[in-house]
């Protein structure tokens, strides 16, 4: 694998992400997208919504504001607890969270333990009223929590779900996207009876093998979810419903399962609101880190909602004619930016036989699903014809410019799945040449016929 630095050198040349205003030396731990970024990041977006909101009768999703009423971080236990201490290291002067015990830089213990600081950035509002910008997504799904599901008609059990920017003042933002101070989070809060540890969609999940690391274990070990279940390495079904759909996800759309474990969070480890967490982790090039974390909350937000607002947050139950508080038995939290680092990883190729780099991303992934080629200038008539017959059903790209073996590596560089080539016998037979990034095949293909055999290769 290669480094986080080769990755974002990499990543600036094909315009996917660049430091922030880099003109002006850039700001530590802000990006900013190119155009190939824009395109993968909002695709993973777009597919992280379809097969979590739109495709589910049992999620909704909303979209909150950045900055709200700060009596919700007050509430929520961020202005309190939301700190890391910071460490400086004593031999070459790193700033790093005291919890990563040895200096992140040159590997040195010798560490001075520094402040506390709030991870929250702080604005005005108005003149003068202090506010936050959110550290995370989750805390408007709470506040909403009781128009949503009056609107929506929800019954329990349910999820809300939100995509949206975070922000966070971390002591030492680095790992290029890793730890970045702006981030995406993909979050749902999934709402239940509470105590409640029956998943009726459990059997789709169960028979997921897949690196298991749970608290107390040496090390990982690769078992299916039903044996997890079995062995009580996962207690809730409701946890383990949520982590192998989670995983699935990833490895769906192309990922590298061998590099993916979960790992359950160490008791002093959990957060201040968590009673079980679990982490999908990924085999960074620096080792094991975080990706998705999905925390068993249980009603903590509600609850603590509910006396700060003096709101009534309950719902009523029809078979027992009582009040009750929903818990969070699941919360998949996952930062765009890391889903992005690990399509990244597990897309690049360093080809050699090729001679140039190749990005296997999963045709759905792609910021550029088909290029369309003239093999001549002359041929630009015709080609556009089809450039505009795929253009409404595909991500497409023209290219007019290099040979054609150029133009083949140049796409192959950026992941793009197909390339059409548009000849002189096209003129005549009204068919194309269309290439497979994964093979390199060529076949030639009638133009009436070549949505289907795009779709085909797709598949
Ligand atoms: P870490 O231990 O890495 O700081 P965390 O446990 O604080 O992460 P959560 O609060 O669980 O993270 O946030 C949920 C998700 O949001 C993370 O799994 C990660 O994908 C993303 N995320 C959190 N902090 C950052 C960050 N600074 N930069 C990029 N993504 C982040």
Redo the contacts with the bound molecule.
């Keep these: 694998m290669i480094s986080f630095d080769e990755l974002a050198a990499f990543c600036k040349r094909r315009g996917f992400v660049y430091s922030s205003a880099e003109i002006y030396g850039g700001l530590a731990g802000f990006w900013d997208f190119g155009p190939l970024g824009a395109e993968l990041k909002n695709n993973i977006k777009q597919l992280w919504w379809k097969t979590h909101v739109q495709d589910r009768e049992d999620i909704v999703g909303i979209d909150g504001s950045i900055i709200t009423n700060p009596g919700v971080w007050q509430a929520s236990g961020h202005v309190e607890s939301f700190v890391d201490v910071a460490a400086k290291c004593r031999k070459c002067g790193q700033l790093m969270k005291a919890e990563e015990k040895k200096c992140v830089k040159c590997g040195s213990k010798e560490l001075e333990i520094l402040d506390k600081k709030n991870l929250m950035f702080k604005t005005t509002v108005g003149q003068d009223t202090l506010s936050y910008l959110r550290p ?1 997504t989750a805390q408007l799904i709470f506040t909403n929590f009781k128009l949503v599901t009056d609107n929506a008609r929800m019954k329990l059990p349910f999820g809300i779900a939100q995509i949206g920017k975070a922000f ?1 003042n ?1 002591i030492s933002p680095r790992d290029f ?4 101070r702006e ?1 995406e ?1 993909m979050e749902i809060e999934y709402f239940t009876m509470p105590k409640d540890n029956t998943c009726p969609f459990i059997e789709e999940v169960k028979g997921i093998k897949l690196n298991i690391l749970a608290d107390g274990m040496k090390k990982e070990e690769e078992m299916t979810i039903a044996q997890a279940l079995k062995e009580k390495f996962i207690k809730n079904e409701w946890h383990a419903y949520w982590l192998g759909f989670e995983y699935k996800w990833f490895i769906d759309l192309g990922a590298n399962p061998d590099n993916f474990r979960i790992r359950q969070h160490a008791k002093d480890e959990l957060a201040h609101y968590s009673s079980d967490c679990w982490d999908l982790e990924y085999n960074f090039p620096t080792g094991w880190k ?4 999905i925390a068993d909350r249980s009603d903590y937000d509600l609850q603590a909602h509910m006396k700060a607002s003096k709101k009534d947050l309950s719902l009523h139950d029809e078979t027992s004619n009582k009040k009750i508080i929903p818990y969070v038995v699941a919360e998949p ?3 765009v ?2 889903a992005f680092l690990v399509f990244m990883f597990d897309a690049f190729d360093d080809d050699k036989k090729r001679g140039n780099i190749v990005l296997h991303f999963n045709p759905k992934l792609a910021p550029v699903q088909v290029a369309v080629f003239p093999l001549v200038n002359k041929l630009d008539e015709k080609s556009r014809e089809v450039y505009k017959l795929l253009k409404d059903k595909f991500i497409c790209f023209y290219d007019k410019s290099g040979s054609i073996g150029r133009r083949y590596a140049r796409q192959d560089e950026i992941g793009t799945p197909v390339c059409v080539t548009i000849d002189f016998d096209s003129l005549k037979n009204d068919d194309v040449t269309i290439r497979d990034r994964e093979t390199t095949e060529q076949k030639r293909v009638k133009i009436k016929e070549l949505e289907k055999e795009i779709r085909n290769i797709f598949k």
């Design positions: 995370e966070r971390e996207l890793f730890r970045s981030f989070q975080e990706i998705e974390g939290s996952l930062g930016e890391r």
